[in-house]
């Protein structure tokens, strides 16, 4: 009786997953290179991506993501440093595992495009609660309600201000290991900044979330839909709160005038801080400084992604395959930065799998 039950749960499970889109995980990694490694340790990477069934279509999943997850989730921050960088603009560090033991390692957490203490609170609980390790979340210019005194805003952030805030989370736990993910616009800072220190980076292993690679093409691909919202968000977040410290840039009619995200990039430079595009691009794109990062990094994007589109990772996985520390993991369904699992409890997979991927790379640094 029980071997036929068997039978109808498998064939039923099948059925679903043909429906829904579940599907092994795609992995591109050097075949001998140290990445490998962490294989043996995480059987989440041999088994099925299995999306909400509910949330199988991709924009259903991303607004689930948006409109419903990002506004249920409770958590509280134990503290928020408010940071003011050398040249007197204002970042900021919220924590949640603040009061844990000195030596626990710490999770730098770098946001989304219009990210706030809000919007990331789901990501900081999950990987807080997975890992019970300490959670750093460095808020760029502008985010979060922060004042800005210094007319200066970044879609992708500062490593300047990235080092700053690493040197101060580093004073408070000096003997915490660090490591780091970037979430969406986030991957752009994290990446473009690992590839500037090389082996130098404090930071032990990374993860990078949902990345569009390079920044200057990135947003030609983003869905239309999505482009034009996130392009009036960035004008609400901005452009309007700050609109008397922005009268004097002579580029702001053009950036007025952008309709997409792709407009907006190409015309926001000087709101940034630099005087043209050119030298905007060849400070802030990591994909210039990519094959130099140096430490683990599993990087994590949906086939089905409509803002970070898939088909920016093609022209790099050749790459990707040539590097010994990088793994590109590539999943069928998972929306944008979405990944839920479970049916009366939905639940990050991709979560899941930051917190293993960090537990591990943790627990191969202690053997080694």
């Keep these: 009786m029980m071997s036929t039950l068997q039978k109808i749960a498998k064939i039923t499970q099948a059925v679903l997953d043909q429906v829904t889109g579940a599907d092994l995980p795609t992995l591109y990694y050097h075949p001998h290179g140290e990445i490998r490694r962490v294989l043996d340790y995480l059987p989440q990477l041999k088994e099925k991506y299995r999306p909400t069934p509910w949330l199988s279509n991709t924009h259903a999943h991303l607004l689930y993501f948006d409109l419903i997850k990002k506004k249920t989730i409770r958590q509280q921050y134990d503290r928020v440093d408010q940071l003011t960088m050398q040249d007197g603009g204002i970042t900021a560090v919220a924590w949640v595992g603040y009061d844990l ?20 609170r ?5 990987l807080h609660q997975q890992t019970q390790w300490r959670i750093a979340l460095c808020l760029r210019r502008g985010h979060g309600n922060l004042p800005m005194p210094v007319p200066q805003m970044n879609l992708f952030g500062s490593t300047h201000d990235l080092r700053e805030q690493i040197v101060f989370i580093q004073q408070q736990f000096p003997q915490s290991e660090l490591y780091a993910v970037g979430s969406s616009a986030g991957t752009g800072l994290l990446v473009r900044y690992l590839g500037e220190e090389g082996e130098q980076t404090p930071i032990k292993a990374a993860f990078a979330l949902c990345p569009g690679y390079n920044t200057e093409l990135g947003f030609q691909h983003v869905h239309p839909f999505y482009s034009k919202v996130m392009t009036k968000k960035l004008f609400q977040f901005f452009i309007q709160p700050h609109q008397d410290i922005w009268q004097n840039v002579k580029s702001l009619s053009q950036v007025l005038s952008a309709t997409t ?8 430079f000087e709101l940034a801080g630099f005087e043209d595009y050119d030298s905007y691009t060849q400070a802030i794109n990591p994909i210039y400084v990519f094959e130099n990062v140096k430490i683990p990094l599993m990087v994590l994007n949906a086939e089905d992604d409509p803002v970070c589109h898939i088909k920016n990772f093609d022209p790099y996985k050749e790459t990707i395959r040539k590097m010994p520390n990088i793994m590109v993991v590539t999943t069928r369904k998972g929306s944008h930065c979405g990944f839920y699992e479970g049916v009366g409890f939905t639940k990050s997979w991709a979560s899941r799998l930051i917190s293993n991927y960090f537990k591990v790379q943790s627990q191969l640094l202690q053997a080694s």
């Design 261 to 268: 995200l792709a407009e907006f990039e190409k015309a926001y």
């Design 101 to 120: 033991p000195a030596d626990t390692p710490t999770i730098v957490l770098m946001h989304t495009i219009t990210g706030s203490l809000e919007s990331m």
């Design 122 to 126: 789901e990501l900081v609980r999950d």
